[in-house]
């Protein structure tokens, strides 16, 4: 009989298998939960306000952008600094009849306050009285820029061009971009990893 009150005593002493789901597994998925949630706070804002990313489709920015290439666009630079010429920008096609809810990444070529004039072949900027024949040493040599036009680009209007001019839907065919359709600047490309590289704007 004692051995009998002994083991019924060792029985009541042992947590039951809900005691041990209470202090051992709902404390660690409170704390993975936690985890989470500080993930969120801190990735999220730098996900929609600070950086994204952006797949590259199509071959308008060859030779130096290609199709399926794996962007980080920069979202906030342009909160204190307008783009400028060079920089290889994200935007909103959406004012442009028939692309709504698409986004485009050209070349930015034109700034506010430039007349860009096309014109056989060439990419001159007026400003100033000044005309100067824009050198694109990031395209190859015998590369044209074919398709005439002449704009003068007022406060927040951008003229934009892909790298491959003789594929790409770019401002000469539909007029300038606005700042605020501008979603950010490419500065990295991480895939392909054989291509991992920061995006510079170019000196003219």
Do not use: C
Not at 9 to 32: H, R
Not at 41 to 50: D, E, H
Not at 70 to 92: A, K, Q, T
Not at 138 to 154: E, V
């Amino acid at each position: 009989m004692a051995q009998l009150n002994l083991q019924n005593e060792e029985e009541q002493q042992q947590p039951s298998f809900k005691e041990n789901l209470t202090q051992k597994y709902i404390p660690f998925v409170w704390e993975l939960i936690k985890i989470a949630l500080i993930a969120l706070v801190i990735v999220l804002p730098i996900r929609y306000f600070l950086f994204q990313p952006f797949i590259v489709s199509g071959d308008s920015m060859a030779p130096n952008f290609h199709s399926g290439d794996y962007l980080i666009i920069d979202e906030i630079s342009y909160r204190f600094n307008g783009p400028e010429r060079g920089d290889v920008v994200v935007f909103s096609a959406s004012f442009i009849p028939g692309y709504s809810g698409q986004r485009f990444i050209k070349r930015v070529i034109g700034i506010p306050g430039e007349t860009i004039d096309v014109t056989n072949g060439k990419v001159e900027i007026i400003k100033n009285g000044k005309t100067t024949i824009l050198d694109e040493k990031y395209l190859p040599a015998d590369l044209k820029t074919y398709g005439d036009k002449n704009i003068t680009l007022k406060t927040g209007e951008y003229f934009v061009l892909g790298d491959n001019r003789l594929y790409s839907y770019d401002s000469r065919f539909w007029g300038v971009v606005s700042q605020k359709y501008i979603i950010g600047k490419a500065f990295l490309r991480i895939f392909p990893a054989s291509a991992l590289s920061g995006i510079s704007r170019p000196s003219y």
